[in-house]
C-alpha cells in the first residue's frame, strides 16, 4: 500500500466481501441446515459427511446419500438466491462453484461447496497400471534448536 487512502480502501473491500459471506453463509444455514463454516469469511466449503476410517484402504468411508442431498439443498438455495454456478471435477471431488452477487458492492464473489465424487458420480474401475517402487534417496538433514533469550521488550528498546 502506497498510502492511508489506499490502506483505507482496500480495507472497505474486505469489509464489503467478508460482510457478503457472512449474510451469504446465515441464509444457506437457514435454507439448507448445513453447518456454518467455522471462518465467516470462509469461501470453500466441505458438505462431506464421513461415517468411519476404513484402515485396509487407508481412507474414509462416507455417506454419499446425505452429500448428495446437502448438495442438492445448497444448489437449489443457491439458485434461488442469484448464484451462478460451474462444476469441476477432481480425482476425488466434486465442487459446485458459485458466483454470489455482492450484497454490499458491485462485486461478485466466488466460494466453492465440495462433496466426494462418489456422490454424484459412479465409480468404475476400468483397469490397473503397475506403479514401480520409489525408494527416497538419503541424504543429510539439520537437526536444529533454538535458544531464544531476546524478548520483545529488550527487542523494542534496542538491546
Not at 46 to 72: A, F, G, I, N
Not at 108 to 134: K, S
Request: proline share 4%; glycine share 2%; charged share 35%.
Amino acid at each position: 500500500m502506497s498510502d492511508l487512502s489506499d490502506f483505507q480502501a482496500e480495507l472497505a473491500k474486505r469489509r464489503e466481501t467478508l460482510e457478503t459471506l457472512a449474510v451469504w453463509h446465515e441464509k444457506m444455514h437457514r435454507e439448507t441446515d448445513i453447518d456454518l463454516p467455522y471462518d465467516p469469511a470462509e469461501t470453500w466449503i466441505s458438505l462431506d459427511v464421513t461415517k468411519r476410517w476404513l484402515p485396509e484402504e487407508q481412507r474414509y468411508e462416507h455417506d454419499l446419500d446425505t452429500e448428495r442431498e446437502r448438495l442438492r439443498r445448497v444448489y437449489l438455495a443457491a439458485k434461488e438466491l442469484g448464484a451462478m454456478f460451474e462444476k469441476e471435477y477432481s480425482r476425488s471431488d466434486f465442487e459446485l462453484n458459485l458466483t454470489i452477487p455482492g450484497l454490499f458492492t458491485q462485486r461478485p464473489i466466488e466460494l466453492t461447496y465440495q462433496v466426494n465424487r462418489e456422490a454424484v458420480c459412479t465409480r468404475r474401475v476400468v483397469g490397473y497400471e503397475d506403479v514401480p517402487e520409489r525408494v527416497t534417496p538419503a541424504y543429510r538433514r539439520e537437526l536444529v534448536e533454538w535458544d531464544c533469550d531476546t524478548s520483545l521488550i529488550k527487542l523494542a528498546k534496542g538491546e
